[in-house]
């Protein structure tokens, strides 16, 4: 009868014990919010990334190997920057962006336009 209820015991603390560590697991892992945007930033490499929303989007990226995906604002669409990559963008009601390197990509959509 004792190690019956032995085992019935350590049964119990090893369930509870996996459920912490499961409810633990799960914090960790779930994804942050970014504001009211809907969006992700993820950076991969030796990245720096400034983002300021003031009526457009204000972004800088310098490094190398870099990978950079954003939606800002509410606006539908990415950037994308790959290579040995110096990007300033600056939108006041329009778009200059400044690309220098070599092996770089930079894609982006503003102002609601959907694609890539």
């Known amino acids: 009868m004792k190690k019956n209820m032995l085992k019935i ?3 119990v603390v090893l369930l509870s014990g996996l459920g ?8 960790v892992q779930a994804p942050k919010s970014q ?13 720096d990334l400034n983002t300021n929303v003031d009526g457009g989007v204000k972004q800088a990226v310098e490094g190398s190997n870099n990978k950079a ?3 800002v604002g509410g606006m539908q669409g990415t950037v994308q920057i790959q290579g040995n990559t110096k990007v300033n963008t600056n939108v ?8 220098k390197g070599s ?6 959509n503003i102002g609601g336009v959907q694609g890539k």
């Not at 912490?20 to 914090?27: D, F, G, H, K, N």
């Not at 504001?35 to 990245?47: C, E, H, K, L, W």
């Not at 092996?103 to 982006?108: D, F, K, L, W, Y």
């Open 20 to 27: 912490i560590s499961s409810v633990y697991a799960a914090a």
């Open 9 to 11: 015991f350590a049964g």
């Open 35 to 47: 504001g009211q945007t809907g969006g992700a930033v993820q950076i991969q490499g030796n990245t």
């Open 92 to 99: 006041k009601g329009g778009v200059a962006n400044a690309v």
């Open 103 to 108: 092996g770089n990509t930079s894609e982006m």
């Open 69 to 71: 995906i954003t939606n």
